[in-house]
């Protein structure tokens, strides 16, 4: 079993910024994507942006060139910098790890999410 424990969330203003991270505990494999989505009420949970194992990012177009994913390896922790964001943003964040000891055998985990708010 793997925890997934975020932090970081809350309220801020159009055009400021916030840092989530989220730490990975437990029975941890070095196959790995690990990231952030996010979700409204009454929406789909939409990805953010990712990194793998080898260092791959990827990003949704809205938040291209706004949002920055980076990793801590030997901390096992993924951090998600936010400029510049926009009331649009406003969703709860849930941290995201897929792992496993082969491609063929890999579990999803999902944290519990953190409140993003963007508003003035």
């Known amino acids: 079993q793997v925890q997934l424990v975020e932090s970081g969330g809350g309220l801020v203003q159009p055009g400021g910024s916030l840092r989530l991270s989220c730490a990975a505990s437990?029975?941890?494999?070095?196959?790995?994507?690990m990231g952030w989505y996010r979700q409204a009420p009454l929406n789909q949970r939409d990805l953010v942006a990712t990194?793998?194992?080898?260092?791959?990012?990827k990003y949704a177009d809205s938040v291209k060139g706004r949002f920055t994913i980076s990793r801590d390896t030997a901390k096992n922790t993924v951090y998600l910098q936010m400029n510049n964001l926009k009331p649009e943003d406003t969703n709860v964040y849930y941290c995201?790890?897929?792992?496993?000891?082969?491609?063929?055998?890999?579990?999803?985990?999902w944290g519990q999410g953190t409140q993003v708010t963007v508003s003035s």
């Open positions: 437990g029975t941890i494999f070095t196959i790995y994507t």
């Open positions: 990194i793998t194992d080898g260092g791959t990012t």
């Open positions: 995201y790890r897929h792992q496993g000891t082969s491609y063929r055998q890999m579990t999803d985990y």
